[in-house]
């Protein structure tokens, strides 16, 4: 019984060999190692740092995300039941006009909240 998971075994070392390989070629072997100040250097934008990197986001990031994942969901969901339509029936009509109207109530908190405007 153990001889059928000695290929398993075989590809898992092999895998594992070929990434250590390739870890150490790009690591240490192929990728030069020339630090100076500009490297080292705080990067943000193209600018030079200006304010401290520990302030408190904007809300408005957070809402941005918010109405992504709103988006992200109702099109996730809405072109599986597009495809079962006619097999889900009413019950599936019903159900996705819920989860419609929960998006509908999230996308006017958004509304709300002014995360549609940006100065």
């Not at 304010?51 to 995300?65: G, H, I, M, N, P």
Request: charged fraction near 20%; hydrophobic fraction near 60%; proline fraction near 4%.
């Amino acid at each position: 019984m153990l001889e059928n998971y000695l290929p398993v075994l075989i590809f898992l070392i092999i895998g594992l060999a070929i990434g250590g390989v390739m870890v150490v070629l790009g690591g240490f072997v192929l990728a030069p190692k020339r630090p100076d100040k500009e490297k080292n250097s705080p990067f943000e934008c193209g600018f030079e740092a200006f304010e401290d990197s520990r302030l408190k986001f904007d809300v408005r990031f957070y809402l941005v995300a918010i109405l992504f994942i709103i988006f992200d969901l109702e099109i996730a969901f809405l072109f599986p039941w597009a495809v079962v339509l006619d097999q889900v029936g009413l019950f599936g009509v019903i159900a996705m006009g819920i989860f419609l109207g929960i998006l509908v109530i999230g996308f006017i908190y958004e509304w709300k909240k002014g995360a549609l405007e940006w100065e």
